[in-house]
Nanobody
Framework: QVQLVESGGGLVQAGGSLRLSCAAS????????MGWYRQAPGKQRELVAS???????SFTDSVKGRFTISRDGAKSTVYLQMNSLKPEDTAVYYC??????????WGQGTQVTVSS
């Protein structure tokens, strides 16, 4: 059983920045990937960024150069630093973790709205 609590969403003007946090608790010792997805109305949920236990990171093309992902092992927290935000980034952002070998957990989502 894993609980994920996201924070840091809100309203920001285009060009601004936000930092999302996802704190994991519970049975978290076997987490091997943590990541962020987002979903805008009428669009499919997409993987924005992920980080593995080895520290490897991955980003969707639309956010490369603008977003970074990091993790804090002591606090079991993953962060998404979002810079140079665009209206197209507006979505509900969901924290996701994969636990070896086959379990997946989702946060409840946090709204990010970028005004033009």
């Amino acid at each position: 059983q894993v609980q994920l609590v996201e924070s840091g969403g809100g309203l920001v003007q285009a060009g601004g920045s936000l930092r999302l946090s996802c704190a994991a608790s519970g049975s978290i010792s076997r987490i091997f990937v943590m990541g962020w997805y987002r979903q805008a109305p009428g669009k499919q949920r997409e993987l924005v960024a992920s980080i593995t236990i080895s520290g490897s990171t991955s980003f969707t093309d639309s956010v490369k150069g603008r977003f970074t992902i990091s993790r804090d092992g002591a606090k079991s927290t993953v962060y998404l630093q979002m810079n140079s935000l665009k209206p197209e980034d507006t979505a509900v952002y969901y924290c996701n973790v994969l636990i070896f070998p086959q379990s997946q957990y989702w946060g409840q989502g946090t709204q990010v709205t970028v005004s033009s």
